[in-house]
Protein backbone atom coordinates (compact mmCIF):
# COMPACT_ATOMS: atom_id res chain seq x y z
CA UNK A 1 0.00 0.00 0.00
CA UNK A 2 1.56 3.29 -1.00
CA UNK A 3 1.56 6.08 0.95
CA UNK A 4 -0.72 8.45 -0.52
CA UNK A 5 -3.32 5.50 0.02
CA UNK A 6 -2.68 5.15 3.66
CA UNK A 7 -2.84 8.67 4.19
CA UNK A 8 -5.87 8.73 2.17
CA UNK A 9 -7.51 6.02 4.19
CA UNK A 10 -6.44 7.93 7.69
CA UNK A 11 -7.69 10.65 6.44
CA UNK A 12 -11.58 8.81 5.26
CA UNK A 13 -11.14 7.03 8.85
CA UNK A 14 -11.04 10.29 11.01
CA UNK A 15 -13.61 11.70 8.94
CA UNK A 16 -16.05 9.25 9.39
CA UNK A 17 -15.35 9.46 12.73
CA UNK A 18 -15.83 13.09 12.93
CA UNK A 19 -19.37 12.86 10.96
CA UNK A 20 -20.12 9.86 13.29
CA UNK A 21 -19.50 12.27 16.50
CA UNK A 22 -21.77 14.52 14.44
CA UNK A 23 -24.60 12.86 14.18
CA UNK A 24 -24.64 11.23 17.89
CA UNK A 25 -24.34 14.90 19.57
CA UNK A 26 -26.75 16.43 16.92
CA UNK A 27 -29.13 13.41 17.92
CA UNK A 28 -28.33 13.72 21.43
CA UNK A 29 -29.68 16.94 21.25
CA UNK A 30 -32.43 16.50 19.01
CA UNK A 31 -33.49 14.25 22.26
CA UNK A 32 -33.06 16.81 24.51
CA UNK A 33 -34.46 19.59 23.30
CA UNK A 34 -37.41 17.42 21.88
CA UNK A 35 -38.74 16.41 25.27
CA UNK A 36 -39.36 19.81 25.73
CA UNK A 37 -41.35 20.06 22.96
CA UNK A 38 -42.99 17.18 23.28
CA UNK A 39 -44.14 18.38 26.94
CA UNK A 40 -45.71 21.38 26.04
CA UNK A 41 -47.63 19.83 23.07
CA UNK A 42 -49.07 17.33 26.04
CA UNK A 43 -49.81 20.45 27.70
CA UNK A 44 -51.49 22.17 24.87
CA UNK A 45 -49.02 25.03 24.82
CA UNK A 46 -47.17 26.85 22.32
CA UNK A 47 -43.33 25.53 21.91
CA UNK A 48 -40.95 28.02 22.27
CA UNK A 49 -39.42 29.04 19.10
CA UNK A 50 -35.49 28.46 20.86
CA UNK A 51 -36.30 24.78 21.25
CA UNK A 52 -37.87 23.97 17.78
CA UNK A 53 -34.55 25.95 16.26
CA UNK A 54 -32.09 23.91 18.25
CA UNK A 55 -34.30 20.77 17.22
CA UNK A 56 -34.02 21.64 13.95
CA UNK A 57 -30.08 22.70 13.66
CA UNK A 58 -30.04 18.76 14.93
CA UNK A 59 -32.02 17.39 12.63
CA UNK A 60 -30.36 19.31 10.08
CA UNK A 61 -27.11 18.01 11.05
CA UNK A 62 -28.26 14.46 11.49
CA UNK A 63 -29.18 14.57 7.81
CA UNK A 64 -25.90 16.31 6.67
CA UNK A 65 -23.69 14.02 9.03
CA UNK A 66 -25.27 10.74 6.99
CA UNK A 67 -25.68 12.47 3.65
CA UNK A 68 -21.45 13.06 4.17
CA UNK A 69 -20.90 9.91 5.29
CA UNK A 70 -21.86 8.21 2.15
CA UNK A 71 -18.66 7.27 -0.21
CA UNK A 72 -20.11 7.98 -3.36
CA UNK A 73 -20.78 11.90 -2.23
CA UNK A 74 -19.05 14.33 -4.12
CA UNK A 75 -17.75 16.53 -0.81
CA UNK A 76 -15.66 19.40 -2.51
CA UNK A 77 -17.67 22.16 -2.53
CA UNK A 78 -19.75 21.38 0.14
CA UNK A 79 -17.61 22.87 3.34
CA UNK A 80 -19.61 25.97 2.91
CA UNK A 81 -23.06 24.13 3.94
CA UNK A 82 -20.64 23.03 6.84
CA UNK A 83 -19.62 26.34 7.50
CA UNK A 84 -23.54 27.21 7.52
CA UNK A 85 -24.27 24.77 10.49
CA UNK A 86 -21.57 25.90 12.15
CA UNK A 87 -22.72 29.67 12.43
CA UNK A 88 -26.17 27.63 13.03
CA UNK A 89 -24.83 25.84 15.93
CA UNK A 90 -22.97 29.37 17.02
CA UNK A 91 -26.43 30.61 17.58
CA UNK A 92 -27.72 27.90 19.13
CA UNK A 93 -25.19 27.89 21.67
CA UNK A 94 -25.59 31.54 22.13
CA UNK A 95 -29.31 31.58 22.93
CA UNK A 96 -28.81 28.03 25.24
CA UNK A 97 -25.84 30.24 27.02
CA UNK A 98 -27.52 33.29 27.52
CA UNK A 99 -30.47 31.22 29.25
CA UNK A 100 -28.72 29.00 31.56
CA UNK A 101 -24.91 29.35 31.98
CA UNK A 102 -25.10 31.45 34.69
CA UNK A 103 -28.27 29.91 35.85
CA UNK A 104 -28.06 28.08 39.19
CA UNK A 105 -30.15 24.83 38.92
CA UNK A 106 -30.52 24.64 42.89
CA UNK A 107 -31.47 20.24 42.42
CA UNK A 108 -33.99 21.12 39.69
CA UNK A 109 -33.35 18.44 37.20
CA UNK A 110 -34.68 20.71 34.09
CA UNK A 111 -32.33 23.16 34.28
CA UNK A 112 -29.48 21.00 35.13
CA UNK A 113 -30.75 19.15 31.50
CA UNK A 114 -30.63 22.45 29.73
CA UNK A 115 -26.69 23.09 30.92
CA UNK A 116 -25.86 19.69 29.84
CA UNK A 117 -27.86 20.17 26.47
CA UNK A 118 -25.92 23.84 26.35
CA UNK A 119 -22.47 22.29 26.20
CA UNK A 120 -23.25 19.88 23.80
CA UNK A 121 -24.50 22.85 21.94
CA UNK A 122 -20.87 24.20 22.23
CA UNK A 123 -19.04 20.75 21.29
CA UNK A 124 -21.62 20.49 18.23
CA UNK A 125 -20.25 23.74 17.15
CA UNK A 126 -16.81 23.20 17.61
CA UNK A 127 -17.24 20.03 15.60
CA UNK A 128 -18.73 21.49 12.61
CA UNK A 129 -16.01 24.54 12.90
CA UNK A 130 -13.64 21.92 12.45
CA UNK A 131 -15.31 20.45 9.49
CA UNK A 132 -15.73 23.47 7.72
CA UNK A 133 -12.16 24.47 7.99
CA UNK A 134 -10.97 20.95 6.77
CA UNK A 135 -13.37 21.50 4.19
CA UNK A 136 -11.95 24.65 3.09
CA UNK A 137 -8.64 23.58 3.36
CA UNK A 138 -9.56 20.62 1.18
CA UNK A 139 -11.27 22.51 -1.31
CA UNK A 140 -8.48 25.03 -1.53
CA UNK A 141 -5.75 22.73 -1.57
CA UNK A 142 -7.07 20.41 -4.44
CA UNK A 143 -9.45 23.44 -6.07
CA UNK A 144 -6.76 23.05 -9.44
CA UNK A 145 -6.65 19.53 -9.33
CA UNK A 146 -7.62 17.71 -12.60
CA UNK A 147 -10.37 15.33 -11.78
CA UNK A 148 -13.52 13.76 -13.51
CA UNK A 149 -15.88 15.87 -10.99
CA UNK A 150 -14.10 19.08 -12.35
CA UNK A 151 -14.56 17.87 -16.26
CA UNK A 152 -11.00 18.89 -16.31
CA UNK A 153 -9.66 15.06 -16.31
CA UNK A 154 -6.85 13.67 -18.51
CA UNK A 155 -8.48 10.96 -20.39
CA UNK A 156 -5.96 7.60 -20.30
CA UNK A 157 -4.94 5.98 -23.83
CA UNK A 158 -3.78 2.55 -22.22
CA UNK A 159 -5.90 0.34 -20.10
CA UNK A 160 -4.58 1.10 -16.68
CA UNK A 161 -2.32 4.13 -16.69
Known sequence: MSLKAVQTLTGRIILGILRLLQLVLACAVIGLYGKYLA???????????RWI????VGGLSS??????????????????????????????FAIFASLYMHEDPEGNHDIEQMRDAMWL??????????????????????????TS???RARENTKFGA
Not at 39 to 49: K, L
Not at 53 to 56: C, E, Y
Not at 68 to 81: A, D, E, G, K, V
Open 39 to 49: RASDADEHADA
Open 53 to 56: WAVV
Open 63 to 92: VTAILYSLPFWPLRFFFIWDIVLFICWLTV
Open 121 to 146: DLVNWLLWLVSSVVGGWYFWKYRNER
Open 149 to 151: LSG
